[in-house]
């Protein structure tokens, strides 16, 4: 029986992939916008952080790109290289 490798984790995003994030955002509702939000500005962590972030991944997913935003602990964080990128296109 040959052996499968198994598929790397989808890539981050990056600025390629810059219309995918802003209709990603687009249609969110308020609590994954929140997250992300918080994340940009380092502010507190929304109280519906676990929900959301779940939400957010499997849109991330749909997209086949690596979750946005990550939570660590009471904090979030983006997920992402440049943060400045995610806020000049979540501005737009």
């Known amino acids: 029986m040959e052996e ?23 249609k969110l509702p308020d609590g994954p916008r929140g997250i992300i939000r918080a994340a940009l500005d380092d502010q ?26 990550v939570l660590d602990g009471p904090t979030v964080r983006l997920n992402v290289d440049d943060r400045e990128w995610v806020r000049t296109v979540i501005d737009r």
């Not at 490798?5 to 687009?26: I, S």
């Not at 109280?47 to 086949?64: G, I, M, P």
Request: aromatic share 14%; glycine share 0%.
């Open 4 to 26: 499968v490798a198994p598929e790397p984790p989808y890539p981050r995003w990056t600025e390629a992939d810059w219309v995918e994030l802003l209709l990603l955002y687009k």
């Open 44 to 69: 507190p962590t929304p109280t519906t952080a676990d929900e959301s972030a779940r939400y957010l991944d499997k849109l991330c997913d749909a997209f086949y790109r690596a979750p946005l935003v």
